[in-house]
């Protein structure tokens, strides 16, 4: 319209640009901060430009850790991250995927039961459960594994609701033209209905990724060896002695290394991560 | 190749819905049958039946001498063409045609060269490597019967295949589906629920109403003597003038003629003229509105006359509304009054309830 | 809903969904009954004993001043999270979704935050404002703040509230972003030769259109507040100082973890139990899902 012209439109970009230097500064100060002297930053004297200990920082992060604290490279925590997330967003999607097919497309006694214990997961979120599903873990030897980290959170109503809606809308004659073809149940599936899902499936990856890389609570209790630590694990670690022995620099690191494959996904990947969400959400 | 026998073929759905009560339709070996009524009628469920898609509830359904009433969809050797074609979207053209061979194990060479030829015959051939979405509604068409004839099937079905193309392309493909089954020969089963098309498809037309057929054989014999009232006003456009009339006025006039109580005249079979033939029927009619098509023109006329005279002159009928086609575009003004008869040859006669077809 | 075309098989159904239902069986619906049947129990903190007390654990919840102050704390929170963010967050799609040049990059650079973890967060925010060596906070005792707040409890109060509205920013960004773009244009078009000038047409007409939106996030923000702040919390003040940032999750883990005090932790979970069935509940009832996107 009209009214969008000139000064409101000025307007308006000064306000997103505003927007986007608040959203951004916080990580523009860590990795300022992740390029600068400890002793320094601990003054409180950091500058607000980027240092020149780049390379030195992010290999003692990456390869050695900290020097004081948890003494874990990096890398091998972010090693452990990455298998959580792939495991929890794999493991997600097929069991749900599976599940929703036999819910949408068989008949069985039972069948609607199964559907609400599955849906009634949405309530039993992992923190009214903690200790209890700690204690069945511990239990089942599962502590400080990757099976103990990921198979407790890989159940998913919201995953399973998402793919019955996606098969609700599959035309029946799809199935008719598949049986007239000569196609059972798993040949039908796995030739026509996974195809079909493929994009759902791939939003679904971008968000359970981002999710699952994220976890915090769970890999915090169940991980007590340093070496199966997960990358958000181990940066609370990092900051938990004293003040004056955190180092900064490789905290601030980790901080950008943590966010970065994540981010990464969200940026690259933007088209499906914002269909996902929006998905998930329904 | 195959006959196809529906015998006393019912379904009930579990809620005790009756869809098909009762039928029985003998379709033999390379003829065209075609299953016309409105929607509801049951035609797509009979179809399906055939196809095994649903659940046959009781009777028999014999495609080739073997009853296959439990025997799956993929074993009854028939090939379906969909209303909305159902085509994997994610699969090439090429590839949708080859599922079903492929699924039967057939070896690639011969998958190969049968739908390569498919394709030639439905000049698919440029297009064999496109997905669905690539290609126009008529293309699309072409490639769900390609899907079926690759499998050289004894029997083919189709459900309402051209009720998702525009009118034009529907005529072009309505006639190609007829010249391509007229050379491979192959038993077809046709579900719509357009009188037009089932008419100019059909060798053998099973016009159906209610779950039951109401009348099967010959397209132009069914046009010519409908079974019911139902018939008759369901084949034919502009559709057949039914007028209720008491049985002595019917005798009085047209003579000899049972216990009808329906009169029924097509729109094509009155002639304007001052006249009124031997043992027909003539009736006054008030312009109420033209219709001008070019060719032809329909007049809608209505049968109200003026108060005082309520009762009907000799050969004439009570009021109501008349659809009078004739040809070329002259036509009288709107409001005059104008007299239309039909000859004694052209009169059909039905029972009061519209059920029976009175011969007299 | 029920799909008409199926097939016929009997096993192949439960094989399907075994798999699945055996995780939820075992690692959801088990522990949620051991948490129930734990918070009638009186359990010593070397686990040698119990004893069924039935709801003394509530019993002494409740009168535990503590426990009111968590919940009057975390719902505080809730609000004050949901309300700074999603008014940042409107402002921000409602400036997005004008005809601007570049409106794609500007959607790319508002709503990655959505993929930094809480405990980053957490880091990434104490770092800024940390009392002795954050960039921040050297501005702010420039302008005469008395900034700790390590040692100032409602100071760590309003660091939790920052940095959680930080995060979530990016989310209802989106949300929003998507609600305004469901809405044709032809009605702002309308309002327009109706005469409404701009800031009336947003208060007349976007507003109302977007209150399903509105609704459906402060409910997601509610939830998140309470469950997702956890991260930031432990990250950034343990719940400190004292228990000025202790919220009813928070209060979970510790009273179980380091008080040992299990049959409290349970019926706190039950608790929390109840509080998200009955936010689901809200969710599924009465947002009307459809017009948000």
Same mark, same amino acid.
């Given at each position: 319209?009209?009214?969008?012209?000139?000064?409101?439109?000025?307007?308006?970009?000064?306000?997103?640009?505003?927007?986007?230097?608040? !959203?951004?500064?916080?990580?523009?100060?860590?990795?300022?901060?992740?390029?600068?002297?400890?002793?320094?930053?601990?003054?409180?004297?950091?500058?607000?430009?980027?240092?020149?200990?780049?390379?030195?920082?992010?290999?003692?992060?990456?390869?050695?850790?900290?020097?004081?604290?948890?003494?874990?490279?990096?890398?091998?925590?972010?090693?452990?991250?990455?298998?959580?997330?792939?495991?929890?967003?794999?493991?997600?999607?097929?069991?749900?995927?599976?599940?929703?097919?036999?819910?949408?497309?068989?008949?069985?006694?039972?069948?609607?039961?199964?559907?609400?214990?599955?849906?009634? *997961?949405?309530?039993?979120?992992?923190?009214?459960?903690?200790?209890?599903?700690?204690?069945?873990?511990?239990?089942?030897?599962?502590?400080?594994?990757?099976?103990?980290?990921?198979?407790?959170?890989?159940?998913?109503?919201?995953? *399973?609701?998402?793919?019955?809606?996606?098969?609700?809308?599959?035309?029946?004659?799809?199935?008719?033209?598949?049986?007239?073809?000569?196609?059972?149940?798993?040949?039908?599936?796995?030739?026509?209905?996974?195809?079909?899902?493929?994009?759902?499936?791939?939003?679904?990856?971008?968000?359970?990724?981002?999710?699952?890389?994220?976890?915090?609570?769970?890999?915090?209790?169940?991980?007590?060896?340093?070496?199966?630590?997960?990358?958000?694990?181990?940066?609370?670690?990092?900051?938990?002695?004293?003040?004056?022995?955190?180092?900064?620099?490789?905290?601030?690191?980790?901080?950008?290394?943590?966010?970065?494959?994540?981010?990464?996904?969200?940026?690259?990947?933007?088209?499906?991560? !914002?269909?996902?969400?929006?998905?998930?959400?329904? | 190749?195959?006959?196809?026998?529906?015998?006393?073929?019912?379904?009930?759905?579990?809620?005790?819905?009756?869809?098909?009560?009762?039928?029985?339709?003998?379709?033999?070996?390379?003829?065209?049958?075609?299953?016309?009524?409105?929607?509801?009628?049951?035609?797509?469920?009979?179809?399906?039946?055939?196809?095994?898609?649903?659940?046959?509830?009781?009777?028999?359904?014999?495609?080739?001498?073997?009853?296959?009433?439990?025997?799956?969809?993929?074993?009854?050797?028939?090939?379906?063409?969909?209303?909305?074609?159902?085509?994997?979207?994610?699969?090439?053209?090429?590839?949708?045609?080859?599922?079903?061979?492929?699924?039967?194990?057939?070896?690639?060479?011969?998958?190969?060269?049968?739908?390569?030829?498919?394709?030639?015959?439905?000049?698919?051939?440029?297009?064999?490597?496109?997905?669905?979405?690539?290609?126009?509604?008529?293309?699309?068409?072409?490639?769900?019967?390609?899907?079926?004839?690759?499998?050289?099937?004894?029997?083919?079905?189709?459900?309402?295949?051209?009720?998702?193309?525009?009118?034009?392309?529907?005529?072009?493909?309505?006639?190609?589906?007829?010249?391509?089954?007229?050379?491979?020969?192959?038993?077809?089963?046709?579900?719509?629920?357009?009188?037009?098309?089932?008419?100019?498809?059909?060798?053998?037309?099973?016009?159906?109403?209610?779950?039951?057929?109401?009348?099967?054989?010959?397209?132009?014999?069914?046009?010519?003597?409908?079974?019911?009232?139902?018939?008759?006003?369901?084949?034919?456009?502009?559709?057949?003038?039914?007028?209720?009339?008491?049985?002595?006025?019917?005798?009085?006039?047209?003579?000899?003629?049972?216990?009808?109580?329906?009169?029924?005249?097509?729109?094509?079979?009155?002639?304007?003229?001052?006249?009124?033939?031997?043992?027909?029927?003539?009736?006054?009619?008030?312009?109420?509105?033209?219709?001008?098509?070019?060719?032809?023109?329909?007049?809608?006329?209505?049968?109200?006359?003026?108060?005082?005279?309520?009762?009907?002159?000799?050969?004439?009928?009570?009021?109501?509304?008349?659809?009078?086609?004739?040809?070329?575009?002259?036509?009288?003004?709107?409001?005059?009054?104008?007299?239309?008869?039909?000859?004694?040859?052209?009169?059909?006669?039905?029972?009061?309830?519209?059920?029976?077809?009175?011969?007299? | 809903?029920?799909?008409?075309?199926?097939?016929?098989?009997?096993?192949?159904?439960?094989?399907?969904?075994?798999?699945? #239902?055996?995780?939820?069986?075992?690692?959801?619906?088990?522990?949620?009954?051991?948490?129930?049947?734990?918070?009638?129990?009186?359990?010593?903190?070397?686990?040698?004993?119990?004893?069924?007390?039935?709801?003394?654990?509530?019993?002494?919840?409740?009168?535990?001043?503590?426990?009111?102050?968590?919940?009057?704390?975390?719902?505080?929170?809730?609000?004050?999270?949901?309300?700074?963010?999603?008014?940042?967050?409107?402002?921000?799609?409602?400036?997005?979704?004008?005809?601007?040049?570049?409106?794609?990059?500007?959607?790319?650079?508002?709503?990655?935050?959505?993929?930094?973890?809480?405990?980053?967060?957490?880091?990434?925010?104490?770092?800024?404002?940390?009392?002795?060596?954050?960039?921040?906070?050297?501005?702010?005792?420039?302008?005469?703040?008395?900034?700790?707040?390590?040692?100032?409890?409602?100071?760590?109060?309003? #660091?939790?509230?920052?940095?959680?509205?930080?995060?979530?920013?990016?989310?209802?960004?989106?949300?929003? #972003?998507?609600?305004?773009?469901?809405?044709?244009?032809?009605?702002?078009?309308?309002?327009?030769?109706?005469?409404?000038?701009?800031?009336?047409?947003?208060?007349?007409?976007?507003?109302?259109?977007?209150?399903?939106?509105?609704?459906?996030?402060?409910?997601?923000?509610?939830?998140?507040?309470?469950?997702?702040?956890?991260?930031?919390?432990?990250?950034?003040?343990?719940?400190?100082?004292?228990?000025?940032?202790?919220?009813?999750?928070?209060?979970?883990?510790?009273?179980?973890?380091?008080?040992?005090?299990?049959?409290?932790?349970?019926?706190?979970?039950?608790?929390?139990?109840?509080?998200?069935?009955?936010?689901?509940?809200?969710?599924?009832?009465?947002?009307?899902?459809?017009?948000?996107?």
């Amino acid at each position: 319209m009209v009214e969008e012209e000139g000064f409101r439109r000025y307007v308006a970009h000064a306000i997103l640009w505003i927007g986007i230097a608040i !959203v951004a500064f916080p990580v523009y100060i860590a990795i300022v901060a992740s390029t600068q002297d400890n002793a320094l930053i601990a003054n409180g004297q950091m500058s607000l430009l980027p240092g020149g200990h780049f390379f030195e920082v992010y290999y003692q992060t990456i390869f050695v850790g900290t020097s004081g604290s948890t003494r874990e490279p990096v890398g091998n925590m972010m090693l452990n991250s990455l298998v959580m997330a792939l495991l929890i967003a794999v493991g997600k999607i097929a069991i749900s995927i599976i599940s929703a097919y036999a819910i949408v497309y068989f008949r069985f006694p039972f069948r609607m039961p199964i559907f609400w214990i599955i849906f009634i *997961t949405l309530m039993l979120p992992v923190e009214v459960r903690i200790y209890p599903t700690y204690k069945i873990v511990a239990d089942l030897h599962m502590l400080d594994s990757y099976a103990g980290l990921a198979l407790p959170l890989i159940a998913s109503a919201t995953a *399973t609701l998402l793919f019955r809606q996606f098969f609700m809308t599959v035309p029946d004659e799809l199935l008719e033209a598949s049986r007239i073809d000569g196609a059972g149940p798993l040949r039908f599936f796995w030739d026509t209905l996974l195809p079909l899902s493929r994009t759902n499936m791939a939003a679904l990856f971008v968000i359970l990724f981002i999710l699952g890389w994220n976890q915090y609570l769970w890999p915090l209790l169940i991980t007590t060896r340093d070496d199966m630590q997960t990358i958000q694990v181990g940066i609370r670690k990092m900051i938990t002695t004293t003040d004056a022995l955190t180092e900064w620099p490789v905290v601030m690191a980790t901080a950008v290394l943590a966010m970065l494959p994540p981010v990464f996904v969200v940026v690259a990947m933007q088209r499906l991560f !914002v269909r996902g969400l929006v998905e998930t959400e329904k | 190749m195959a006959n196809v026998t529906l015998r006393n073929v019912r379904k009930t759905y579990p809620g005790g819905f009756e869809a098909i009560k009762g039928v029985n339709v003998d379709v033999a070996d390379g003829q065209f049958c075609v299953l016309v009524g409105p929607s509801g009628c049951g035609k797509s469920t009979l179809l399906r039946m055939v196809a095994g898609l649903e659940t046959v509830s009781g009777g028999e359904i014999d495609i080739g001498g073997r009853v296959v009433n439990q025997v799956e969809p993929a074993d009854r050797d028939i090939a379906m063409v969909f209303q909305n074609y159902a085509l994997y979207p994610h699969m090439s053209v090429f590839n949708n045609m080859a599922y079903g061979l492929r699924n039967r194990g057939m070896k690639e060479a011969e998958v190969k060269t049968r739908v390569d030829e498919a394709a030639r015959v439905l000049e698919l051939t440029p297009m064999l490597e496109r997905k669905p979405r690539q290609l126009s509604g008529g293309q699309r068409q072409r490639v769900a019967m390609g899907r079926a004839i690759v499998r050289q099937p004894k029997v083919f079905l189709f459900d309402e295949p051209l009720s998702n193309l525009d009118a034009k392309l529907r005529i072009a493909m309505r006639v190609e589906i007829r010249k391509l089954q007229r050379r491979l020969s192959t038993t077809s089963i046709y579900v719509t629920h357009d009188q037009l098309e089932a008419m100019t498809l059909a060798d053998i037309l099973v016009v159906m109403n209610g779950g039951q057929v109401e009348q099967f054989g010959n397209p132009l014999a069914i046009y010519e003597k409908p079974a019911t009232t139902f018939v008759a006003s369901f084949i034919g456009a502009p559709p057949m003038n039914l007028m209720s009339m008491r049985a002595d006025e019917i005798k009085s006039q047209i003579g000899n003629s049972g216990d009808a109580g329906i009169l029924g005249i097509r729109p094509e079979d009155f002639v304007i003229t001052d006249q009124t033939p031997a043992g027909g029927v003539a009736l006054p009619l008030t312009v109420e509105a033209i219709e001008r098509v070019g060719a032809e023109t329909f007049i809608y006329g209505s049968r109200k006359q003026d108060e005082q005279r309520i009762a009907a002159n000799p050969g004439e009928l009570p009021p109501g509304e008349v659809i009078v086609r004739i040809p070329g575009s002259e036509a009288p003004p709107i409001g005059q009054k104008i007299r239309v008869a039909a000859v004694r040859a052209k009169l059909h006669l039905f029972s009061d309830d519209g059920r029976t077809r009175i011969e007299a | 809903m029920q799909k008409q075309a199926i097939f016929q098989a009997k096993l192949l159904p439960y094989a399907l969904v075994a798999p699945q #239902l055996a995780i939820v069986l075992i690692f959801f619906y088990w522990p949620a009954a051991q948490a129930v049947i734990q918070s009638f129990l009186l359990q010593d903190a070397f686990g040698l004993s119990t004893s069924f007390i039935w709801f003394d654990n509530y019993i002494e919840l409740f009168q535990d001043p503590a426990y009111y102050e968590a919940i009057v704390r975390t719902f505080f929170f809730s609000f004050a999270i949901a309300v700074s963010s999603l008014s940042f967050a409107l402002l921000l799609a409602v400036m997005a979704d004008k005809p601007l040049r570049g409106s794609m990059l500007y959607r790319t650079l508002l709503i990655w935050p959505y993929a930094v973890a809480p405990p980053v967060v957490g880091v990434l925010w104490i770092f800024m404002l940390h009392p002795s060596l954050g960039v921040l906070s050297r501005y702010l005792r420039g302008m005469g703040v008395d900034w700790n707040p390590l040692l100032d409890g409602d100071q760590a109060a309003a #660091l939790i509230i920052l940095a959680a509205a930080w995060k979530q920013i990016s989310y209802n960004f989106l949300f929003f #972003l998507a609600g305004l773009q469901a809405i044709p244009k032809s009605v702002f078009e309308a309002a327009a030769i109706d005469g409404a000038r701009p800031m009336r047409r947003f208060w007349t007409v976007t507003f109302p259109l977007l209150s399903p939106t509105i609704f459906f996030l402060l409910v997601v923000n509610i939830v998140y507040a309470f469950f997702d702040t956890f991260g930031i919390i432990d990250t950034m003040t343990r719940g400190g100082p004292g228990t000025s940032t202790v919220t009813l999750v928070y209060k979970v883990y510790t009273d179980g973890l380091l008080g040992g005090n299990l049959g409290s932790s349970a019926a706190q979970s039950v608790i929390l139990m109840v509080m998200v069935i009955v936010l689901t509940g809200i969710q599924f009832r009465f947002v009307e899902r459809k017009v948000t996107y």
